[in-house]
């Protein structure tokens, strides 16, 4: 179980364009998704925390207007990169949030990442 | 500001022999610790986890132990196979938190 899935896994796009990434919850409802961006050897850096029917909350210096994402259902969040120039190559990875285990009072929440999806803006 | 570290950005090993992870963390309300494993081009996979009120959890070859005083928790795997070779990152998170926060990782080579 707990399968997340994202498309496509490799795009190659000219720069200029716009490159949308989708992101799915296979078997488990999302309301939390995340996206994030991995650079050469370095960590995630959180990008964005998308919920469900409403809008996405931008971490700071990641532009809202240039990685638009959106978290249509309860399975599917989509990031879209706009206006792509060579220095939004990278790896976007997505993971979604779902319930576990549980502490008295609370829930603890374990994130499913997909795949991965590598983008080359050339 | 770096809320989870992982000081070592890489360990070598001989297959066989127990590799030991290391995290540090700054935020004492953290309260849920996870691990996770990467191998290149993939996304990371949930390896093992524990919560604050236990110092020690054990999955197979897997072992995560906690010290809270010290704010600091350790993955042990014994023994070492290559194909636990791997970027491993370490995340804390609060209960009913929304984040997650990951550490750089920790590159693991395991030698045949």
């Known amino acids: 179980g707990a399968v997340v899935s994202q498309h496509p896994s490799r795009v190659i796009c000219k720069s200029g364009t716009s490159v949308k990434i989708e992101c799915r919850s296979l078997?488990?409802?999302?309301?939390?998704m995340f996206w994030y961006r991995q650079f050469p050897k370095q960590s995630l850096m959180l990008m964005a925390t998308s919920n469900e029917g409403s809008k996405a909350t931008y971490e700071q210096g990641v532009e809202k207007d240039k990685f638009l994402i959106n978290h249509a259902s309860l399975t599917l969040s989509t990031l879209t990169v706009t206006s792509a120039h060579p220095e939004d190559s990278s790896f976007y990875i997505c993971?979604?949030?779902?319930?576990?285990?549980?502490?008295?009072?609370?829930?603890?929440?374990?994130?499913?990442f997909g795949p991965g999806t590598r983008l080359t803006v050339t | 500001d770096q809320q989870v570290k992982q000081n070592s950005p890489s360990l070598s090993v001989q297959e066989g022999r127990i590799s030991i992870l290391n995290c540090d963390y700054t935020?004492?309300?953290?309260?849920?610790f996870l691990w996770y494993k990467k191998y290149p081009a993939e996304g990371p996979t949930f390896l093992i986890s524990i919560s604050s009120i236990k110092d020690k959890n054990e999955d197979g070859r897997f072992t995560v132990f906690l010290n809270k005083s010290a704010k600091h928790l350790s993955l042990h795997i014994v023994p070492s196979q290559p194909g636990d070779s791997a970027v491993y990152f370490c995340?804390?998170?609060?209960?009913?938190?929304?984040?997650?926060?990951f550490g750089a990782g920790t590159r693991l080579f395991v030698k045949a």
């Open positions: 078997d488990f409802q999302a309301t939390t």
């Open positions: 935020n004492s309300m953290f309260d849920y």
């Open positions: 995340a804390a998170s609060l209960t009913g938190g929304f984040k997650t926060i």
């Open positions: 993971s979604a949030r779902d319930k576990g285990g549980g502490l008295a009072g609370g829930f603890i929440y374990e994130q499913y």
